[in-house]
């Protein structure tokens, strides 16, 4: 394998976590909205549980996704833990602070703080998301925000 095949590979992974890094520090930290069509191919496809039918689709499809956390927790901050790139993926692990101050898909607000952790991988292609997998601690962000009960300690009862 000729010498210059690994760099080149390595300056792909290395750029596809640079624009992995940008679109949470400036869409999710900096609420710069045009990153989202910059950093999202037309047709991306972005796999995620919390929505209706687990998926949604290209800019448009995460505008619609930005408006629904971000007017639920407008404080939201989300810090990037590791990420890994390999070949055209990226994978990052999240924690997401905020405080719940809108309706999040029919929950009222709580004036609640809550913590997330979460984990994407984005698939990417010509410097831009075609493809994305998302997956978090729902049930502890319903839990914190009191909305859905907690499990009592193991060995102890109600």
Not at 12 to 28: A, D, H, Q, Y
Not at 39 to 55: E, M, Q, R
Not at 98 to 121: C, Q
């Amino acid at each position: 394998m000729p010498a210059s095949e690994p760099e080149g590979k390595e300056s792909i992974m290395s750029e596809n976590k640079n624009l992995s890094r940008r679109f949470i520090e400036e869409l999710w930290n900096q609420g710069k909205l045009a990153v989202i069509d910059e950093l999202i191919a037309p047709n991306a496809t972005f796999y995620d549980a919390s929505v209706p039918g687990g998926k949604f689709t290209g800019p448009e499809g995460m505008r619609q996704f930005y408006q629904i956390y971000k007017g639920a927790f407008p404080d939201v901050r989300i810090t990037i833990n590791d990420q890994i790139a390999e070949g055209d993926k990226v994978c990052t692990r999240w924690t997401a602070t905020g405080t719940h101050k809108g309706d999040l898909m029919g929950t009222a607000p709580t004036g609640k703080s809550a913590t997330v952790t979460g984990v994407d991988i984005g698939r990417y292609q010509g410097g831009k998301v075609v493809e994305s997998w998302g997956s978090y601690d729902m049930l502890g962000l319903l839990q914190q925000l009191g909305v859905v009960p907690s499990m009592a300690p193991a060995g102890k009862t109600a």
